[in-house]
């Protein structure tokens, strides 16, 4: 996980509550990745970012925002948090080869709980 | 992406050789083999990937099959601090989207 930094490492939250996850990396990667990880199941892609000032939705993007104002932070926001956001987050980064897919490093995650 | 199919549990000797199966006969052309692992709700870590030649490094070797719709995953002296659940994943050369996790083969080694 070196250079991937998350935070918080863990929250509790109230349904209707807000907050923001911090993933910070000093690699000077371009990628940025969100996603979650529910019991017993593969991590799904939330958003995702390809450079500053952009982001894009992976395949649970519903019930979250992102924002990516500088290179090396990407920000996962819950505006109104919900049971069913209760998950371990993971980020993960990856550099731009051209075109060519490069490996995603993943940060050591978040995990939240929403009653 | 390709669909992968990985047995749910294996177990090994410490000191052995673990060997993981994967199974991807959709693989298309332009699609390279990762594998990951998962240590007890840490980060997944890359272990190593390929696109049709078998591949080592410092942590595994993987080998592909000619005809690419499968792969196996070498750990050549499993440790205890292996124990993990791995996945494997294909994804396109092009492109840095998402990587589909399935729900991997959870190995653990014995003492």
């Known amino acids: 996980n070196a250079g991937v930094t998350q935070t918080p490492k863990f929250r509790v939250l109230k349904t209707g509550q807000s907050m923001t996850l911090l993933c910070a990396q000093d690699?000077?990667?371009?990628?940025m990745y969100w996603y979650r990880q529910d019991p017993g199941m593969g991590l799904r892609l939330i958003h995702y970012s390809v450079g500053e000032g952009t982001t894009a939705k992976g395949e649970v993007p519903d019930g979250y925002n992102v924002s990516r104002l500088k290179k090396q932070n990407f920000l996962l926001g819950l505006e109104s948090a919900a049971p069913s956001q209760t998950s371990v987050y993971f980020c993960?980064?990856?550099?731009?080869?051209?075109?060519?897919?490069?490996?995603?490093?993943f940060g050591p995650g978040t995990r939240l709980t929403v009653l | 992406d390709a669909k992968t199919t990985q047995p749910p549990s294996m177990d090994c000797a410490e000191g052995r050789a673990a060997n993981l199966p994967c199974n991807h006969s959709t693989i298309s052309g332009n699609e390279y083999v990762y594998w990951y692992r998962q240590i007890h709700s840490q980060g997944p870590q890359y272990i190593i990937h390929?696109?049709?030649n078998n591949e080592t490094n410092e942590m595994a070797s993987l080998i592909i099959t000619e005809d690419r719709k499968s792969s196996t995953l070498i750990l050549p002296h499993a440790t205890l601090r292996d124990t993990a659940v791995y996945y494997c994943i294909v994804r396109p050369y092009f492109g840095n989207e998402k990587l589909t996790f399935g729900t991997g083969t959870r190995l653990t080694i014995i003492p």
């Open positions: 690699m000077n990667h371009e990628y």
């Open positions: 993960a980064i990856s550099r731009r080869r051209r075109n060519i897919t490069d490996t995603q490093y």
């Open positions: 390929g696109l049709k």
